[in-house]
């Protein structure tokens, strides 16, 4: 049994302990949530989420064997995520992943550490992923496609074969992307259409996508 706990509180979180608990009922290797920790936790300390507690913050790892649990990289937001797994790192975390049995990976394809991957996932051949990738339901990646660290894809999306997905991506609901490239800490609106590269840290939104510079990042 894996004892893990959660790093993320949120309604993401709460999606991801769903598939544990799927995982669980489908392998003998159970995984054990035995808590969470997040920023501002330690005012939920003792909080109970579906019946597992709030530990506190990220900062009360420094009292865990972290050579006996790993962490799972449940935060729902690109941004916030880089934020937090560094410093739980820092603390000296390590990250496993978490797959859902429905979810088709082809055997020809890398996924990097701590990646989540909910219910009815496709990541087809040659895909190349990073680190702390989420591949929300029904996400689907065609073949070739390299996406970068910290990429966040939410459900219903579809990338085309060949595609180029920088670090920090944030990829709206519905959003359908054409082999292009997009740049570093872009956004991608819900439903959005890209059919031209998109810039490093810009807003493309629309169909077809249109280009908007950001004033603050927050996906």
Not at 15 to 29: K, M, Q, R, S, Y
């Amino acid at each position: 049994m894996k004892k893990v706990i959660m790093l993320g509180g949120g309604g993401f979180a709460r999606e991801v302990l769903d598939t544990i608990h799927v995982i669980n009922a489908h392998t003998d290797d159970a995984i054990e949530p035995i808590g969470f920790v997040y920023d501002s936790g330690e005012s939920d300390a003792g909080v109970l989420i579906h019946g597992i507690p709030v530990l506190g913050e990220i900062s009360c790892l420094k009292n865990v064997d972290l050579n006996e649990v790993l962490l799972v990289s449940a935060v729902g937001r690109s941004v916030w995520r880089r934020k937090m797994v560094e410093e739980a790192r820092s603390l000296g975390a390590r990250f496993m992943s978490v797959i859902h049995p429905t979810a088709i990976i082809s055997k020809w394809s890398k996924i990097g550490e701590g990646a989540i991957i909910q219910r009815f996932c496709g990541i087809n051949t040659e895909v190349v992923v990073g680190d702390f990738f989420v591949a929300n339901a029904y996400t689907g990646v065609g073949h070739d496609t390299v996406i970068g660290d910290y990429v966040h894809i939410n459900p219903n999306v579809n990338i085309s074969g060949g595609t180029v997905i920088g670090h920090d991506v944030f990829i709206g609901v519905k959003a359908t992307v054409f082999p292009v490239t997009i740049g570093e800490g872009a956004v991608i609106g819900a439903c959005a259409l890209v059919t031209k590269d998109v810039p490093p840290n810009m807003m493309a939104k629309g169909i077809p996508a249109r280009f908007y510079a950001m004033e603050k990042k927050e996906y």
